[in-house]
């Protein structure tokens, strides 16, 4: 058998594929555009196995062949939303032959006076105004071309473009043949086990999954939050501990999104996993009662490995922390008493620092218990006086951002412990909700 399959556009070969068909090349085509067919084993390599003439099946058994099959405006499409628009296609070919100039004036200059030959200077002579455009233009004569000449002059257009990825050459040459098929041959690939860990009727949605987790991991961490203070917060907080993960962590501010909260959030992760978002996720949820509550509604199952679902993590101090409840006949203002607050009142004004929850008295500003949450039998808390401490925290932050000495004096604790979940959970997977059953 064949060692290789071409991949075509018509009757154009945009190159051979030894033993290999890279993924980001096969998405290009969708599972349903494949195509089998059975050909005697001498018919498909054109080398016969027979012996002095006489038939013998034995000899030249009949094999199944697989191809990916597609009409060139279905690749195009394809191609388009990959990325490689004919924008995009004709700024790579430009620079692509500009090169292919340069190379060749580099060549005649070292000649130093020799004769370079008729080949150096006709390819001198083909690339001078040479752009994008005019080469997809002259491919598209010569492929009409039936003569030698038409011949020649494709191989030498395709060769100029050999080093450029070949999706780039796939979408310039649908710009020539724009109504050609594109088709090429996998044989070779699915009966030599090359894919054999995929699906043989999803070949190409594994390589798109492939690929995705490829670029993910290039890609920023996109994390979620109930709300735009924790954004607000957490963004300029890892401008100032963690400068070297800014570019990699990403917040996202849903402006003008009409409501916030759990639910919200819930959503909206529900959305990214049906979507099929490649970017990895972080959803961050408040360490809170209303969060463990519509936390219950998330089936693990239903998230892919891309997306993590976290809550803010616990803190020491806070097991022992001040509350104010309801008011009593002995205490109409209410009772102020100690409790373990995570789990039921942990949003971010919790994590902004024990200096900035300081209520000048030695004390911490109480978390005020305000609704009760059948669905987990407990109480839902909240901090009292969040502007005063966001105002509070602002101050810190600028001036820690005016003299970073002023960080071992500073109580960021809270804050780096969110930061390092956030880092970890992708070295840690154990530690999402998503990875496990749901805490409540």
Avoid at 85 to 103: F, G, Q, V, Y
Avoid at 113 to 128: Q, T
Avoid at 291 to 320: C, E, G, H, M, W
Avoid at 394 to 414: E, F, I, P, T, V
């Amino acid at each position: 058998m064949s060692d290789y399959g071409p991949l075509r556009v018509g009757q154009l070969e945009i190159r051979p594929l030894r033993n290999d068909f890279p993924d980001d090349l096969l998405i290009s085509f969708c599972d349903h555009m494949r195509e089998t067919r059975r050909l005697r084993e001498s018919d498909y390599t054109g080398q016969s196995t027979l012996w002095e003439g006489f038939e013998d099946e034995e000899q030249d058994p009949e094999i199944e062949i697989v191809e990916m099959v597609g009409s060139g405006r279905e690749i195009r499409d394809r191609l388009d939303l990959l990325g490689f628009s004919e924008t995009i296609t004709i700024r790579c070919l430009d620079e692509e032959l500009e090169s292919s100039r340069k190379s060749i004036k580099q060549l005649i200059e070292s000649s130093d006076g020799r004769d370079v030959g008729n080949y150096i200077r006709s390819e001198r002579d083909m690339l001078d105004g040479l752009d994008g455009r005019l080469w997809v233009t002259r491919l598209r004569e010569a492929l009409g071309d039936t003569t030698p000449e038409g011949s020649e002059l494709i191989s030498r257009l395709m060769r100029h473009v050999h080093f450029l990825d070949d999706r780039v050459v796939l979408r310039a040459a649908l710009m020539a043949l724009p109504d050609a098929t594109v088709r090429v041959d996998i044989t070779d690939l699915v009966n030599d086990g090359y894919l054999a860990d995929r699906d043989a009727e999803g070949v190409c949605s594994g390589a798109l999954e492939i690929v995705r987790d490829q670029a993910a991991v290039h890609s920023p961490v996109v994390v979620l939050t109930e709300g735009r203070s924790d954004v607000a917060v957490l963004t300029r907080s890892l401008s100032l501990l963690y400068p070297h993960l800014v570019d990699l962590i990403k917040f996202m501010d849903f402006e003008g999104r009409p409501e916030g909260g759990t639910s919200a959030l819930l959503r909206t992760v529900k959305s990214f996993a049906a979507a099929g978002i490649a970017n990895r996720v972080v959803a961050l949820f408040d360490n809170d009662t209303a969060a463990a509550d519509t936390l219950r509604l998330l089936k693990p199952q239903d998230l892919p490995s891309n997306i993590r679902v976290l809550r803010y993590p616990d803190l020491d101090f806070a097991r022992r922390y001040p509350t104010l409840g309801p008011p009593t006949l002995t205490e109409p203002a209410g009772h102020l008493d100690f409790a373990d607050v995570n789990g039921s009142a942990g949003s971010i004004e919790l994590y902004l620092g024990r200096d900035v929850l300081n209520d000048g008295n030695g004390g911490f500003l109480p978390v005020q218990w305000r609704s009760y949450i059948p669905g987990m039998r407990q109480y839902q808390g909240e901090i009292i006086e969040k502007d005063r401490l966001h105002k509070s925290f602002n101050a810190k932050l600028l001036a820690a951002q005016k003299d970073r000495s002023l960080l071992s004096s500073q109580d960021w604790s809270g804050i780096r412990a969110i930061l390092e979940s956030i880092r970890s959970c992708w070295t840690d997977p154990a530690q999402s909700l998503s990875q496990s059953e749901p805490q409540g």
